[in-house]
């Protein structure tokens, strides 16, 4: 269990291992649940997309025209989360 310390001004700091251990990168964000016995519970926030908000997203940014093939394989990598 790891313990953390709360400033004056109310902030926590979590140890490097911590954030490995939840996946956390600098810049990423956290989700706290509270529950009603005085707890929490932390997760770190990932992204949820739809499809609706994917299509259309190159739109006028390239001038190649991609095969239906290219297009599902980096459909598939997007969604998987690779680059």
Do not use: C, N, Y
Request: aromatic share 4%; glycine share 12%.
């Amino acid at each position: 269990m790891a313990t953390l310390t709360v400033t004056s001004r109310g902030q926590v700091t979590f140890r490097k291992e911590v954030l490995q251990h939840l996946g956390i990168k600098p810049g990423e964000k956290i989700e706290l649940d509270l529950l009603p016995d005085g707890r929490g519970v932390l997760k770190a926030v990932r992204p949820s997309g739809s499809i609706s908000s994917f299509v259309g997203l190159l739109a006028g940014r390239s001038k190649k025209v991609a095969t239906i093939a290219e297009i599902s394989d980096a459909a598939a990598r997007g969604w998987a989360g690779k680059k």
